[in-house]
């Protein structure tokens, strides 16, 4: 690792400087789990029949509902099947270092962070959990874990009768959806930690991003403010991205490479 690096991560650690990790897909890449919009990416390879990008709207789970939980139980299984790895449990390191000035902003839905030990209280993931479901018509704001009996799926295997009976909402037995964010739906505070995000930003004084392609708007507006902040900005990445690109551009650092390579590298810097 480059001193600069090194004397720079100390800098913020011997201050007791707040870190904010933000994640994506990346760094889950060496758990088996496809990136989207890598070679073997979702958004890149594509279901049967529809544009991925359309699978991911709540317009397509209005009009084929089965088709999208099909698609979701498909990537559950995918998700179930991976481990967490070396850059997942570096971060839960982080976290046991650095307690409330720790802060984990994730865009995956896959839990692995969660599994890997992480705190649900100081990881905010973003694009919601597809272990999760709730309403789909918001008769409650609550969301539930999916029920045990619906199996996962093969990719083009479709639900039954039976797991249809399953996926309901639990308070008003009508359809639930998969706790996940859509592309034609906002970020909130409810579900998704928007306001808190934001403030996570403000507040930090280094953020962390790996194994993220910079393709959605509230981890760039993350970037943004922790960049305005002239938070120390620090980018994980095989390849080189809008992160990357702020992160040099603001007198941070560009690590080019996978993060279960780089993140433990790291933790030793956040010790006291
Ligand atoms: P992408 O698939 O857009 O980007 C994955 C990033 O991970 C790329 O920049 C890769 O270079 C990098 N990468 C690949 N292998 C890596 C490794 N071993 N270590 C570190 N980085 C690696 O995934 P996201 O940026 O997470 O949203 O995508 C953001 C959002 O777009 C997703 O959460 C999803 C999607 O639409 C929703 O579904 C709402």
Not at 71 to 89: D, F, I, M, T
Not at 141 to 154: G, I, M, N
Request: some cysteine.
């Amino acid at each position: 690792m480059k001193e600069k690096l090194r004397e720079a991560i100390r800098a913020v650690a011997e201050k007791e400087g707040r870190l904010v990790v933000l994640t994506g897909a990346g760094i889950s890449a060496e758990s088996g789990i496809p990136t989207f919009r890598g070679p073997e990416g979702y958004w890149t390879v594509g279901s049967k029949e529809y544009r991925p990008e359309e699978m991911a709207t709540f317009a397509m789970f209005s009009r084929n509902p089965d088709e999208v939980w099909q698609w979701y139980l498909y990537r559950l299984g995918v998700c179930r099947k991976g481990e967490p790895n070396a850059g997942h449990r570096a971060v839960v390191e982080m976290e046991r270092l650095l307690g409330d000035r720790f802060l984990l902003l994730t865009q995956n839905v896959d839990g692995l962070h969660l599994r890997a030990g992480n705190t649900l209280e100081r990881t905010f993931q973003i694009h919601g959990n597809i272990e999760f479901m709730r309403c789909a018509a918001d008769c409650t704001r609550d969301f539930f874990p999916l029920p045990e009996s619906v199996a996962t799926k093969t990719k083009d295997e479709p639900l039954t009768d039976a797991d249809r009976a399953a996926l309901v909402c639990p308070r008003c037995g009508g359809r639930s959806r998969p706790h996940v964010l859509w592309f034609d739906e906002c970020y909130d505070e409810e579900h998704y930690r928007f306001n808190s995000s934001i403030q996570a930003a403000v507040a930090a004084d280094m953020l962390l991003s790996v194994g993220t392609s910079g393709a959605t708007n509230l981890p760039m507006q993350v970037g943004a403010i922790a960049s305005q902040k002239n938070a120390l900005l620090v980018d994980v990445n095989p390849d080189s991205n809008p992160f990357s690109t702020m992160a040099e551009g603001s007198g941070g650092f560009f690590c080019q490479g996978p993060a279960g390579d780089i993140l433990p590298e790291f933790v030793d810097l956040f010790a006291p």
